[in-house]
C-alpha cells in the first residue's frame, strides 16, 4: 500500500504536521512545524524514527543530528548553538549514552572529554582550557565518581 500524507495545520493555516502514513502507521519522513517553519524532520519506518533525525532553531539552522534505530537514539549525535557551531558530539545504543561524549568551544577546541557506558559516566572526565592545557580531572565508575589512579592525575 503506498504512504498517503496526514497534515495538521494551525488555526492561521500554518502547517503543525506533515507525515507519510501507510496502513495507519508512520512510514517515511514526517515535519514538525513552529510558527510556519520546519522545527524537525525525522524518518519513520513501520512506525518508529530510524535514520537520521534533525531539529532546527528558529532561524532554520540545525539544533540537534542523531540517529535512530527502533525508535531509540543509536549512533552519533549532533549538538549545535544558533551559529551553527558544534557544542556537543555524543554516541548512543540502543537509547543510551555509550561511549566518547566531548564538548566544544566556541572556536571547535575541545572543552570537556567524557565516556560513558550504559547511560553512566564510566573512566575520566577530563576539562581542558581553550588553549588546550588539562583544568581538571574527575574519574567515574558505573555513573559514580571515584578516586583517579595516579597515572590518571597527572596533568
Known amino acids: 500500500m503506498a504512504a498517503a500524507t496526514h497534515e495538521r495545520f494551525d488555526e492561521q493555516n ?10 495507519g502507521v508512520l512510514q517515511g519522513e514526517v515535519l514538525l512545524y ?6 524537525a524532520r525525522l524518518q519513520y519506518v513501520g512506525g518508529k524514527r530510524e ?17 535512530y534505530r527502533n525508535d531509540l537514539l543509536d549512533g552519533e549525535s ?9 557544542v556537543r558530539k555524543a554516541r548512543h545504543a540502543m537509547g543510551e549514552l555509550d561511549g566518547k561524549c566531548v564538548y ?5 577546541r575541545p572543552r570537556q572529554l567524557e565516556q ?10 577530563v576539562r581542558v582550557s581553550e588553549d588546550g592545557k ?3 580531572r574527575e574519574c567515574y565508575r558505573a555513573g559514580r565518581r571515584i578516586e583517579c589512579p595516579p ?3 597527572k596533568g
Open 104 to 108: 566544544y568551544y566556541p572556536s571547535g
Open 34 to 39: 513552529e510558527g510556519g517553519r520546519v522545527a
Open 51 to 67: 535514520g537520521e533525525a534533525i531539529f532546527y532553531y528558529p532561524n532554520g539552522v540545525p539544533l540537534h543530528r542523531a540517529q
Open 151 to 153: 597515572e590518571s592525575r
Open 14 to 23: 500554518r502547517p503543525l504536521e506533515r507525515a507519510a502514513v501507510a496502513e
Open 116 to 125: 560513558y557506558k550504559n547511560d553512566l559516566l564510566e573512566g575520566e572526565l
Open 78 to 86: 549532533l549538538f549545535y548553538d544558533p551559529e551553527g557551531r558544534l
Open 134 to 136: 588539562v583544568e581538571g
